[in-house]
């Protein structure tokens, strides 16, 4: 029995038809990556599996957990599903995350809603699973917002909220290719990839005038007071930096 079963898929909104028999399957511990190109629908088909899908939609086929059908689930039933069973890292995190709540609280949030335990406890679990990723709480504390955090840092929020109550499947909207680049095996995916692989020879450019030059650039970033009385802290995001176009 595969963890996911996805048969013959189908999904509409309004009069667009966006997906066709879509059909694959992903078994307990196996990385399985969907290829194509913009617009294609990779990010729907992802959504259908979470059955986050946007008003007007309309779907065909069978979506499988293990033996349960989700899309005859009751919304009530779908909400205990997401982040317990099934986890989502989205792909823009600036989108997924609030901006005026802490990333403490945002992780913590996704603990609380299904666990029956304190804010503390959920708090301490957060701070855990941000550490899991690559922001532990000494320099990242989970008093910080999501605009002071760089690009790649908010996305790793995003993975804690995600992974932070171990959900059996982990679906992530737009990785990184590194594992596909190893393993490509359908022939779509093989057309993809020779059609990128062209090189373009640019023509010399004429000397010319420097249009912007940098030189020794830092920049330091007001970090939140540890103690009700004590100074606030720095953290240096640019070290001396220096270039020129």
Not at 96 to 107: S, W
Not at 178 to 184: E, P, V
Request: charged share 20%; aromatic share 4%.
């Amino acid at each position: 029995m595969s963890l996911l079963s996805v048969q013959n898929l189908s999904l509409s909104i309004h009069s667009f038809d966006i997906l066709h028999d879509v059909t694959f399957t992903v078994d307990t511990g196996e990385i399985v990556a969907i290829t194509g190109e913009s617009g294609s629908g990779k990010s729907m088909t992802a959504l259908a599996a979470m059955q986050l899908l946007p008003q007007g939609a309309r779907t065909k086929g069978r979506i499988l957990l293990g033996d349960d059908d989700i899309t005859t689930w009751s919304e009530s039933a779908l909400c205990d599903l997401r982040g317990n069973d099934i986890g989502m890292v989205f792909q823009e995190p600036m989108t997924a995350l609030n901006p005026v709540k802490t990333i403490g609280d945002q992780v913590a949030e996704t603990i609380l809603i299904h666990e029956r335990t304190s804010k503390a406890a959920a708090h301490k679990r957060a701070a855990e699973t941000l550490e899991r990723v690559g922001l532990p709480n000494a320099r990242f504390p989970l008093s910080r917002f999501p605009h002071e955090l760089s690009g790649g840092q908010r996305q790793r929020v995003v993975i804690a909220m995600a992974i932070a109550l171990r959900p059996r499947l982990l679906i992530a909207d737009e990785p990184t290719t590194a594992d596909l680049l190893r393993g490509m095996q359908h022939p779509y995916t093989k057309m993809l990839f020779a059609a990128s692989a062209h090189e373009v020879t640019l023509p010399d450019t004429p000397a010319t005038d420097t249009l912007l030059e940098v030189k020794g650039v830092s920049r330091d970033y007001r970090t939140p007071r540890q103690t009700l009385f004590g100074k606030p802290g720095t953290f240096r995001a640019v070290n001396n930096v220096s270039f020129s176009l």
